[in-house]
């Protein structure tokens, strides 16, 4: 399966965007998925995971309370809803499926062919 992220933008301090990641391949329902994002020089991060039924997510402390991770199986796509951001939310976002199994939560690790990403910027 092969993962497209696409909705970032501009959006000030305390606003809200939803990302969508898109999926090509008919095995889209059936693999997990993730969000990672990467602020300029720094490394990749783990953003937020959901189960192929969605029935389980899973997010990094920073993001708790504040994104939202989702997904509609009949329309292929991932969807990140981001409230409240932040300025050192400001990142490039991408998406990818889950390759490994290692159980829930998953492993960062269990993720993998990374996609074209796309850029949020939060002003302050």
């Known amino acids: 399966v092969q993962l497209q992220a696409f909705g970032g933008g501009l959006v000030q301090a305390g606003g809200s965007l939803r990302l969508s990641c898109a999926a090509t391949g008919r095995t889209f329902g059936s693999v997990g998925v993730a969000w990672f994002r990467q602020a300029p020089g720094k490394d990749r991060d783990f953003a937020a995971a959901?189960?192929?039924?969605?029935?389980?997510?899973y997010y990094a402390d920073s993001m708790k309370g504040r994104f939202i991770i989702s997904r509609d199986n009949a329309k292929n796509t991932v969807y990140l809803q981001m409230n409240n951001l932040k300025p050192e939310d400001t990142a490039v976002y991408y998406c990818?499926?889950?390759?490994?199994?290692?159980?829930?939560?998953?492993?960062?690790?269990?993720?993998?062919?990374w996609g074209q990403g796309t850029l949020v910027t939060v002003s302050s």
């Open positions: 990818a499926p889950q390759r490994y199994y290692s159980g829930w939560p998953p492993l960062e690790t269990d993720f993998g062919s």
């Open positions: 959901i189960s192929s039924s969605g029935g389980l997510t």
